[in-house]
């Protein structure tokens, strides 16, 4: 996958935008015009250096358009036609009302503006984690200045992006990695670490990183288009769609791995069912799920999720 690099003059004169909103249909579809209530329905939750955070949380690739839909590109634009602004904040709502309390996602400046105004103008509770595009080690002027926007729009935690990450690990900048945890933790919030690559893992582990928490890709091979061997060549690949070169792995580094790790990733971009998922996800040591859902899946999917919790067998401890 590929993302525009952001320099300063594009951040700062877009990611706060004028996008124009019609708030007008998520009003009529919305009689009370607030988020729904959140005591309706719950989800168990874990503790994030403070924060609580639902074992379920409401990825943001779909509300962004990033479908990771292999070969089929018309999915993109059929996504971006779907989830409209109006469709993301009933889809936020949603989520809230089944007790989904977080919302994962990344600087895409029009999804910021969209968060704020569900948020400021609809009274909606949903916490945010979001992760820069910023390049730290290209700018760390920039990534500074992304980051304090962020804090000023209300952001509830923030995480290293795993393209960055898996990249700077690549390349042997540490310390830039460990530079931007920091900062983040300097300015008294939740600091995490994103990843595809689980060597990822094992560096900020050996280096004493200590991170927050650690968003780590995570998903079985068992499903019909699932990688061969001989195509494991990368972390991840769009074709054959998979984001988690080694679970087994990945399973035995994360079980004495003492930090929080939400998985995400954990359907393989749709090809595995959430039933089959989310217990596999949670039986093998992740304390929570990151899900792209579209609205329509979001009340049986935190079904899904509870059931898998309530019945979970695993070994790791909770760390969340």
Known sequence: MSYRKIDRRTF????????????????????????????????????????????????????THFTHSRDLKYVYNLCAHYNTPEKIMETMQLAEKQGINTLVIHTVPDILKVLEDYRFKKGGKIQWIICPTAYPDADFDLYKEQVKQ?????????????????RLVREKKISVMKKAVEFGKENAIPSGVGAHDLEVIKVCEKEKIEPDFYIKTFHHHNYPTGPKKEQLVEPYAEIPGYWCKDPDETIQVMKDVEIPWIAFKVMSAGAIPPEDAFPYVFNNGADHILAGMFDFEIEQDAQIAKKAVENVNRTRPWRS
């Open 150 to 166: 962020l804090i000023d729009m209300g952001l509830d935690a923030l995480y290293l992006w795993g393209v960055t990450a898996d």
């Open 12 to 63: 700062l004169g877009t990611s706060i935008s004028t996008t124009t909103l019609s708030l007008a249909s998520f009003s009529q579809n919305n009689e009370q015009n607030t988020p729904a209530n959140t005591n309706e329905n719950s989800l168990p939750c874990g503790n994030i250096r403070g924060l609580k955070v639902s074992r379920l949380l409401l990825g943001g690739n779909l509300l």
